[in-house]
């Protein structure tokens, strides 16, 4: 069967480095630089289930960032660099790396009701910097990776990415310490400093808490699977790219699971519109929300197989397109 021309066009380039790793980590790099300096300069009780402030409390965080959502993150930019490196040596490295990166998925590493750092949280961190050390590398090897080429689908990546940001609005500001009270227009799409209650849990706090969330974790989830299947197409072996697709797929429900949750809880449950909220999800378990994920990650990749293995559509003749 012929392959498809996102295919094909992949793995001409397959030697290079895909400009797609590159912004990805320049997304992180942002997010990181924001949460250092807002759990720095607040202090921990307007803040999100962390008790240091100060600069220790900011490099606190800062380490259980870089486990959830990053080394989530840095197990497919391992692979992809991995496999534009021949040499044996770089592919053990790189195996080492998502081992250490897997850590994270060991159960307590990162709790949502603690998120102070701990020893343990070194293990997914230094994951994460085996990744970024092999990006060095390949910067160095390959050069600055060449602009990226329009790809099928990019439309719709472009539409998901819109739509995640449009609610990623009072998080971001959330991550730089700010509300949107009283902003024309911001202030009344979004709540965000005003004080609101929620069920099953006592008195009145702030609709959108200072500091990280997990529906910004989901936002970064989304925009790094979507980026990152673009690449996807050069890697070489079939069993690796396909394994790739399906961790991204899982990836991708996952970060729009994780924005559902917290966005419809502060944006919808907590004006008082309705009582019932959507599953949190942040911790894999055996559920009904965790069976939709799969069951959308599932459908998601067996679409993007189907799509891989269409043949290309044929040429229009030269006159068919100067009629």
Known sequence: MAE???????????????????AVWALFAVVAVEILATYSRLPAAELYHVSS?????????????????????AIPIVVLLADSFPE????????VGVVLSAAVFWPGIVKQSDLDARPVNAIAAAGVLVALSLTAVAVRRLGWPPRPVRQS????????????LALALPWLGADLGLSFDGVPVMGTLYQSGELRSQPHVAGLHPAVHHGHHHGMDGVLLVFSALMLSRPLVSVGATWLRRAVGAYLAL???????????????????KRGWTKWEIPDVTTPKTSIAWGVILLAAGALWALSLWRARRPPAPAMPAKARTA
Request: aromatic share 8%; glycine share 10%; proline share 3%.
């Open 4 to 22: 498809s021309s996102d295919v094909a066009l992949g793995r001409a380039e397959s030697r290079s480095l895909p400009f797609e790793v590159i």
């Open 53 to 73: 402030s100060g600069l220790s409390g900011g490099a606190g965080r800062l380490l259980v960032f870089l486990n959830f959502p990053l080394a989530l993150v």
């Open 88 to 95: 044996r040596n770089a592919k053990v490295v790189a195996a």
């Open 153 to 164: 689908g990019d439309r719709l990546r472009l539409i998901v990415a819109l739509a995640a």
């Open 251 to 269: 990836m991708l429900c996952y970060g729009i699971g994780n924005i559902a949750n917290d966005f419809w809880l502060e944006q919808v449950v």
